[in-house]
């Protein structure tokens, strides 16, 4: 973990622009979740179909919104030459409907482009560092009433207002993510890559009031689930999800990264620290012993993984390579792994939290410890799949289960984890599978309980750039 932490070090002094390697270009990522996603390009300039090329047919429209004509442009894959939307500029954002998970991966150029910003409203990429939106509209208070962000995976907008900071649902800007806000009339404003200056807004305008960018092709809708708001909740209204959980800077794990840990911590060997280290197994279906060597399959922890945060350390917005905000649910689950149990972090957090919040390794060795203690549960608190042996994936069916919750707990929680819950459909595809994808308006992961999602995914894998992450297993 010597060189991890090194690493961590070094990219936090390029992104302060202390280090000459920060000139040169990087390979950075966004996960793009089913549904609407608003994306900051930072790539080169180029056309929109070949800069979405990794995509496939896995979106079906893509929108900007113009600063000066204040209107919105778009374009259909399906008749790409028909919009007035031709390409994605670099430090523009837009918004991309999905119709699956896929993940965009781009490499920006050396040095990243200021933003300009007018009187209107303005949907722009943040280029600067962390900081808190007071002090980065500091200058331009009267001018603005409220910020707003998307927040893709619930499909919901997030607010920050100045007369309520306490109340609002974030409180600082992070590198690369995008934002809506209005600014009353005056002169130009212009974002640098470094510090700040500029301002905002009320409602983001929605482009479900605009044309069609084709000709029978329909704008995106405003009624379905899923859709493009039309209005915007108050900040107030969604207040304090997170607030009580602390907040660490974590660095944002390339895939491959995150794959090769992942094997490593089913084999115990990725962290050679007792404090992170898996325990013998017991295989004996009464639990009377018959120890085996510490192993979690890796594509159990892979799969939980995925359901869990995507493979990511940070927050959705941050970019794989660079440094953010650790991903922190509700309930103050940290980073890759959700890791929950042990992690009543206070204002002195101990070294192992500390690492589990700002390592991605020590969080996965984290999970598959977690996992492993799931395991020897049974039998006197979790059922046992006979044989009981480590190396069956079906094995480890109620460890899994019980990885997010078990029994009474879920109950009081009001989650579906029974398979039998009358709440959830049946009969219902394999979670990620081609018919759960055709009938996703039918089965969404809400009609799953945990278990299913991560052995659906062992099954079929999820895919980036057309590829499955892993080695897809029945």
Avoid at 180 to 185: A, G, I, K, P, W
């Amino acid at each position: 973990m010597r060189r991890s932490a090194l690493l961590i070090i070094v990219i936090a002094a390029m992104a302060l622009g202390s280090a000459p390697a920060a000139a040169q270009p990087r390979l950075v990522s966004i996960v793009l979740v089913q549904g609407w996603n608003n994306i900051g390009y930072i790539g080169d300039t180029r056309p929109v179909m070949s800069g979405l090329a990794a995509l496939g047919d896995a979106y079906d429209s893509v929108w900007t919104w113009d600063g000066e004509s204040q209107r919105w442009q778009g374009m259909t894959p399906l008749a790409p030459t028909a919009g007035d939307l031709r390409e994605l500029r670099h430090n523009q954002a837009y918004w991309i409907q999905m119709t699956a998970r896929a993940e965009l991966v781009m490499e920006t150029p050396a040095a990243p482009a200021p933003v300009t910003l007018t009187g209107g409203w303005n949907n722009f990429v943040y280029p600067g560092n962390e900081q808190p939106v007071s002090d980065v509209l500091a200058q331009a208070t009267s001018r603005f009433d409220s910020v707003w962000r998307w927040d893709a995976p619930r499909q919901a907008w997030d607010g920050f207002t100045p007369a309520a900071p306490a109340a609002s649902d974030f409180s600082a800007f992070s590198p690369n993510r995008t934002y809506f806000l209005r600014l009353e009339s005056g002169p130009p404003l212009v974002v640098t890559p470094a510090p700040v200056t500029f301002a905002q807004p009320t409602v983001p305008p929605s482009p479900v009031a605009m044309s069609s960018p084709v000709a029978g092709v329909p704008t995106p809708p405003s009624g379905a689930a899923g859709a493009f708001p039309t209005a915007t909740p108050s900040p107030v209204a969604t207040a304090g999800r997170s607030s009580r959980c602390r907040s660490f800077q974590s660095y944002q794990p390339q895939v491959a990264e995150v794959g090769r840990a992942l094997n490593r911590a089913g084999h115990g060997v990725l962290i050679p620290d007792l404090e992170f280290a898996i325990k013998e197994l017991e295989t004996r279906p009464d639990g009377n012993g018959g120890p085996v060597a510490p192993y979690v399959p890796p594509t159990i922890l892979k799969a939980v993984g995925w359901v869990e945060s995507g493979w990511r350390q940070a927050t959705v917005a941050t970019s794989r390579g660079t440094l953010g905000p650790v991903i922190a649910s509700t309930s103050c689950a940290y980073g890759l792994m959700q890791i929950l149990s042990g992690m009543d972090v206070g204002d002195n957090p101990s070294p192992k939290q500390q690492r589990i919040a700002v390592e991605y390794a020590a969080n996965i060795a984290a999970g598959a410890q977690m996992m492993g203690t799931k395991w020897n549960l049974a039998p006197d608190h979790l059922p046992v799949v006979i044989p009981r042996n480590p190396r069956a994936l079906e094995d480890w069916y109620y460890a899994v289960w019980a990885y997010h919750c078990f029994g009474e707990l879920c109950q009081a929680l009001s989650i579906h984890n029974n398979p039998d819950d009358p709440a959830l459909k049946w009969p219902r595809p394999s979670y990620n599978s081609p018919d759960q994808i055709a009938s996703s308006t039918s089965f969404g992961f809400g009609d799953y309980p945990y278990q299913e999602l991560v052995y659906g995914l062992i099954a079929n894998p999820p895919r980036v750039n057309n590829a499955p992450v892993w080695q897809p297993l029945p």
